[in-house]
T-cell receptor, first 114, second 114 residues
Framework: AQSVTQLGSHVSVSEGALVLLRCNYS??????LFWYVQYPNQGLQLLLK??????LVKGINGFEAEFKKSETSFHLTKPSAHMSDAAEYFC????????????FGRGTSLIVHP | NAGVTQTPKFQVLKTGQSMTLQCAQD?????MSWYRQDPGMGLRLIHY???????DQGEVPNGYNVSRSTTEDFPLRLLSAAPSQTSVYFC?????????????FGPGTRLTVL
């Protein structure tokens, strides 16, 4: 079975500070990993995805994530937070057996203070 | 392209009433799915479809029915609404059943059952 754990339901940073959102996955086969962002009252949209090419993946709006197999992690980072980054962030995995159906984490709410 | 559209945006029902949440996509995507989003629970899969005439159950299918008569449309039916079905519902689609495919989400339907 595949699963994903997002550490911290809320993360609070100051504008200009580093953003770090944590995601750990469980999979017995090489995973495909995704980060999605949900702005208030909107649907989810893709930030970035890992599909077994480069381990450091760059996404939209200055976000990036690094796949670390030894740590089973796919943490999301951004060097400098903007007020507009305030949103809900979801990590997702597609991995086990032949399953293409993604499993989503519970989400992390990013709060950005002026 | 309009992408994934959902109607209505908001709905209030009384316990025992039935209704259909509409979902349509204009990207000719094979795969479509329905999720519900509840605070602290992330996204939970209700039903999904890999093509017209083919549907299957997800993690939380009880109380919901789906059908897929065309590639474009994937309506979700609540047979007899219960307060536990108060949630935000998202429809999603993707190009196919490859594990690396991005999910495209609609804007959501916010449902309240009294």
């Amino acid at each position: 079975a595949q699963s994903v754990t997002q550490l911290g339901s809320h993360v609070s940073v100051s504008e200009g500070a580093l953003v770090l959102l944590r995601c750990n996955y469980s999979s017995s086969v090489p995973p495909y990993l995704f980060w999605y962002v949900q702005y208030p009252n909107q649907g989810l949209q893709l930030l970035l995805k890992y599909t077994s090419a480069a381990t450091l993946v760059k996404g939209i709006n200055g976000f990036e994530a690094e796949f670390k197999k030894s740590e089973t992690s796919f943490h999301l980072t951004k060097p400098s937070a903007h007020m507009s980054d305030a949103a809900e962030y979801f990590c997702a995995v597609s991995a086990s057996g032949g399953s293409y159906i993604p499993t989503f984490g519970r989400g992390t709410s990013l709060i950005v203070h002026p | 392209n309009a992408g994934v559209t959902q109607t209505p945006k908001f709905q209030v029902l009384k316990t025992g009433q039935s209704m259909t949440l509409q979902c349509a996509q204009d990207m000719n995507h094979e795969y479509m799915s329905w999720y519900r989003q509840d605070p602290g629970m992330g996204l939970r899969l209700i039903h999904y479809s890999v093509g017209a005439g083919i549907t299957d159950q997800g993690e939380v299918p009880n109380g919901y029915n789906v059908s897929r008569s065309t590639t474009e449309d994937f309506p979700l039916r609540l047979l007899s609404a219960a307060p536990s079905q108060t949630s935000v519902y998202f429809c999603a689609s993707s190009r196919g059943t490859s594990k690396g495919n991005e999910q495209f989400f609609g804007p959501g339907t916010r449902l309240t059952v009294l």
